[in-house]
């Protein structure tokens, strides 16, 4: 006979628990009888409760595990549920509960967690992404890429470019560059939300600023800049992002249970900004592979984000001026920036630009060099 348990009965009626025991019971599952003193045996049990009935929720951190009986009857342990107890899910709530109080096991599941969040975001996600982006319909392309255009178009200006100057160019791209059913090629003024940049839609199109095309310094480097466009189209790259994006806020939300729009928006850009790097270096080896097909030089690329790579580091230079002669004012006392402060803007200003979605245009040029140099040697 196996000695008698101690237990915390709600029998349904009264809110308050009352003193229970209970045994195995070979013909129904368990007996349990109420009693203030601890009993040598139950012989004739106040309640029978068979395995079906019983609702095992094992414990969590300081709670006990509980079972939970029809008609809003519950039975409370005070320790941990007897081992003659026949629950098939006792074993693994059993298992869980140990897993808890464990400081050493809870914190190899954080690192093989972040471990694998880690592979999924690096190379599972862009590599589902890429299959489910040739699987999308095209009706599903265009309607998409309708829609961006609309919303680039609103947020920019008609272009200021000459009609002569705009034909030319697309009759380049359409001779040079464009494969399959041409893309349709737009001009705008980028102004304050393109700028200098070029944009490749799902629906076929092609949007080119004017100070991409203004800081070009030959046809060539616009067709160079056309044919790294025509690779993301090729690609499907911006589906891809797309999908990615909602790969990485459906993690998320798996692991922590809890889709925050402002730390879900957060982790969208790191995987995004990490895989579009990479995207891009992808189209500029389409780009190049196609240059050269056709017998342009993919110098015309790296001319091209040369000039990019300039500006911007006029630019940079021009804020550094502005920011040394920059003044704070606190409690009523103004000051000039210390060097101090300013190193701390110049790392956040390189931590934003880790996060933007081309590499560094440095590493670019020089894998554009070294094709060149590969397809002039002799084969």
Same mark, same amino acid.
């Given at each position: 006979?196996?000695?008698?348990?101690?237990?915390?009965?709600?029998?349904?009626?009264? $809110?308050?628990?009352?003193? %229970?025991?209970?045994?195995?019971?070979?013909?129904?599952?368990?007996?349990?009888k109420l009693s203030e003193e601890t009993p040598k045996q139950?012989?004739?049990?106040?309640?029978?409760? *068979?395995?079906?009935?019983? $609702?095992?929720?094992?414990?969590?951190?300081?709670?006990?595990?509980?079972?939970?009986?029809?008609?809003?009857?519950?039975?409370?342990?005070?320790? +941990? %549920?007897?081992?003659?107890? +026949?629950?098939?899910? @006792?074993?693994?709530?059993? $298992?869980?509960?140990?897993?808890?109080?464990?400081?050493?096991?809870?914190?190899? *599941?954080?690192?093989?967690?972040?471990?694998?969040?880690?592979?999924?975001?690096?190379?599972?996600?862009?590599?589902?992404?890429?299959?489910?982006a040739q699987l999308l319909p095209e009706q599903t392309l265009?309607?998409?890429?309708?829609?961006?255009?609309?919303?680039?178009?609103?947020?920019?200006?008609? &272009?200021?470019? *000459?009609?002569?100057?705009?034909?030319?160019?697309?009759?380049?791209?359409?001779? +040079?560059?464009?494969?399959?059913?041409? $893309?349709?090629?737009?001009?705008?003024?980028?102004?304050?939300?393109?700028?200098?940049?070029?944009?490749?839609?799902?629906?076929?199109?092609?949007?080119?600023?004017?100070?991409?095309?203004?800081? &070009?310094?030959?046809?060539?480097?616009?067709?160079?800049?056309?044919?790294?466009?025509?690779?993301?189209?090729?690609?499907?790259?911006?589906?891809?992002?797309?999908?990615?994006?909602?790969?990485?806020?459906?993690?998320?939300?798996?692991?922590?249970?809890?889709?925050?729009?402002?730390? %879900?928006?957060?982790?969208?850009?790191?995987?995004?900004?990490?895989?579009?790097?990479?995207?891009?270096?992808?189209?500029?080896?389409?780009?190049?592979?196609?240059?050269?097909?056709?017998?342009?030089? &993919?110098?015309?690329? *790296?001319?091209?984000?040369?000039?990019?790579?300039?500006?911007?580091?006029?630019?940079e230079q021009s804020k550094t001026i502005k920011m040394k002669?920059?003044?704070?004012?606190?409690?009523?006392?103004?000051?000039?920036?210390?060097?101090?402060?300013? @190193?701390?803007?110049?790392?956040?200003? @390189?931590?934003?630009?880790?996060?933007?979605?081309?590499?560094?245009?440095?590493?670019?040029?020089?894998?554009?060099?070294?094709?060149?140099? +590969?397809? &002039?040697?002799?084969?």
């Open positions: 006979m196996k000695r008698p348990v101690e237990v915390r009965f709600y029998d349904g009626v009264l $809110a308050e628990a009352q003193r %229970a025991w209970i045994v195995p019971d070979q013909q129904r599952g368990i007996a349990l139950v012989s004739e049990a106040d309640f029978y409760f *068979s395995y079906p009935d019983m $609702a095992y929720i094992g414990g969590v951190g300081r709670r006990k595990p509980i079972i939970e009986l029809p008609e809003d009857r519950r039975i409370e342990f005070l320790t +941990k %549920a007897p081992h003659w107890l +026949k629950i098939k899910s @006792k074993e693994i709530y059993h $298992a869980i509960w140990k897993f808890e109080r464990s400081p050493l096991l809870i914190f190899f *599941s954080m690192i093989i967690v972040i471990c694998a969040v880690i592979f999924i975001l690096k190379w599972g996600i862009p590599y589902t992404a890429q299959q489910l265009i309607e998409v890429g309708n829609q961006t255009e609309q919303k680039l178009i609103e947020q920019t200006e008609p &272009s200021k470019l *000459s009609a002569e100057h705009q034909a030319r160019l697309k009759k380049l791209y359409e001779q +040079k560059i464009a494969v399959g059913q041409p $893309a349709k090629i737009i001009f705008r003024q980028g102004g304050e939300i393109m700028g200098l940049n070029a944009a490749a839609i799902p629906n076929n199109t092609i949007i080119v600023t004017d100070e991409l095309v203004k800081l &070009s310094g030959a046809d060539e480097e616009v067709l160079a800049v056309l044919a790294h466009e025509q690779g993301h189209l090729v690609q499907k790259h911006s589906m891809q992002k797309v999908i990615s994006n909602l790969g990485a806020a459906g993690l998320f939300a798996l692991v922590t249970g809890d889709l925050s729009d402002v730390v %879900a928006a957060s982790i969208a850009v790191l995987a995004n900004a990490g895989y579009s790097q990479a995207l891009e270096l992808a189209v500029d080896d389409y780009a190049m592979q196609h240059l050269h097909q056709q017998q342009i030089s &993919s110098i015309h690329l *790296s001319n091209f984000l040369q000039r990019v790579e300039n500006a911007r580091i006029l630019a002669n920059f003044t704070l004012n606190i409690d009523g006392k103004e000051r000039q920036i210390t060097e101090s402060e300013l @190193k701390w803007l110049r790392l956040i200003g @390189k931590l934003k630009k880790y996060l933007e979605s081309h590499p560094e245009l440095d590493k670019r040029i020089e894998r554009i060099h070294a094709f060149e140099e +590969k397809m &002039s040697q002799p084969v």
